[in-house]
């Protein structure tokens, strides 16, 4: 089992009670969608916030980093790099700001 570091905005952290960052244990391959499985296992009251229930597609406003690369586009089933997968790094879920 992975141990893998996850950066949540704030009304995220808020609505699942934590604060800073969380860690989730994530079996076999690391990945986007592996990752998001075990944070919505370990916090229910997030499923459906970073993705749609049914289709399991990342939410609108949401955006996933791994350093400074943008994740969220890419396939749930990629691999997230070695530095996040390793723990050194977080998986940071970002609120986009919208206005006008």
């Known amino acids: 089992m992975t141990s893998v570091r996850v950066r949540l905005p704030a009304q995220l952290r808020d609505l699942a009670g934590v604060g800073g960052e969380v860690r989730v244990g994530v079996a076999g391959t690391v990945t986007l969608r592996s ?3 075990a944070l919505e296992e370990q916090f229910p009251v997030l499923k459906g916030t970073v993705r749609d229930r049914v289709t399991a597609k990342r939410r609108a406003f949401i955006r996933f980093f791994a350093g400074e ?7 749930a089933d990629a691999v997230l790099p070695d530095a996040v997968a390793g723990g050194r790094e977080p998986l ?7 206005g006008g």
């Open 35 to 37: 990752v998001l499985d």
């Open 69 to 75: 690369t943008d994740l969220s586009n890419a396939s």
């Open 92 to 98: 940071v879920v970002v609120g986009a700001m919208a």
